[in-house]
Nanobody, 121 residues
Framework: QVQLVESGGGTVQPGGSLTLSCAASGSGFTIYSMGWYRQSPGKQRELVAS???????EYLDSVKGRFHISGDNRKNTIDLQMNNLQAEDTAVYYC???????????????WGQGTQVTVSA
């Protein structure tokens, strides 16, 4: 059982910055990757940034150079630093952790409740 708690959402003007944070807690679940999705009205949910432990971060093309993902593997926390935010970035952002309960368990994703990011003048 894993719970993800996000924080850091809010409202910011275009060109501003926000940092989202996520912390995973619980037991019986080994996390191998963490990342951030977002979803805005009328649009499909999209993967914004992710990092597989031992790998390198990957980013949605539209946020490359503006967003930066970082985390602490031992604490199972992850941050998303968002710079030069634009109106198109307005969405609910969801933290997600990928893993499994045992070496023979099925892979699954655990999701946070989401945090709203609004970019407007």
């Amino acid at each position: 059982q894993v719970q993800l708690v996000e924080s850091g959402g809010g409202t910011v003007q275009p060109g501003g910055s926000l940092t989202l944070s996520c912390a995973a807690s619980g037991s019986g679940f080994t996390i191998y990757s963490m990342g951030w999705y977002r979803q805005s009205p009328g649009k499909q949910r999209e993967l914004v940034a992710s990092n597989t432990y031992g790998g390198i971060p990957e980013y949605l093309d539209s946020v490359k150079g503006r967003f930066h993902i970082s985390g602490d593997n031992r604490k199972n926390t992850i941050d998303l630093q968002m710079n030069n935010l634009q109106a198109e970035d307005t969405a609910v952002y969801y933290c997600v952790a990928g893993g499994r309960e045992s070496d023979h368990g099925s892979w699954r994703a655990s999701w946070g409740q989401g945090t709203q990011v609004t970019v407007s003048a």
